[in-house]
């Protein structure tokens, strides 16, 4: 069912993740979102998880009039769209914790505050990475370590699912993509396959948010 009841949240507060930002409108008599994106069709998978990411300030697109559902974003990213999510706390008082995240970067306060939350962990000798793609393993770990820091876990509706390349998850993920997968968090995904090592897709992202965001609001 189509979202046909969110309001416009103000515009100023979009959140800008490197990409570029084109204020949209919503029809002012009735409050009713208009899809901005011609590049998410009314009868795609993830047309109300992208919708609901817009509106919600959460995602933005890529022009004037594109979304570009199948593009990747980085992880530098993904860790700012959480740390919106989380309300944007303070972290002003906390050092840098990464050699490659310098102070004043539009990702420092986020890769400052999932580091001091436990939410990133690195790549390894004092990197973040902030500007390779985050992969879907990658992606299922920081909504599981959210999930952990803010106490915000939905509770579980699936039972015994299995990803038919399950068997390749990395041990560092395995628990993340075992307790999302049942959650639910997943479910609009279409495949079988997780495709752990893959880029995880816009589309893919906005749907795991909107999953994740209002099962537990």
Partial sequence: MKMKSIRLLSLLLTLCVALTVIPMTASAD???????????PEDAWYYEAVEYCFYGALMNGTGDST?????????????????????????????????????????????????????????????????????????????????????????????DYEWSDGTKISDYAESAVNALTMQGIFRDIPGSNFNLQKSATKAEVASILYMWITTVK
């Avoid at 990747?72 to 050092?95: E, K, Y």
């Avoid at 939350?117 to 370590?145: H, S, W």
């Fill in 30 to 40: 009735t409050d009713v979102a208009i899809m901005p994106f011609t590049d998410v």
């Fill in 67 to 159: 979304f570009s559902p199948n593009g990747t974003l980085t992880r530098g990213m993904i860790v700012t769209i959480l740390h919106r999510s989380a309300g944007l706390p303070d972290v002003s008082d906390v050092g840098l914790p990464f050699s490659d995240v310098p102070a004043g970067t539009w990702y420092t306060d986020a890769v400052k505050w999932g580091a001091t939350n436990g939410i990133v962990n690195g790549v390894g000798n004092g990197r973040f990475a902030p500007d390779d793609p985050v992969t879907k393993e990658q992606l299922a770990a920081l909504i599981y370590r959210t999930q952990q820091a803010n106490g915000k876990i939905p509770p579980d509706i699936l039972m």
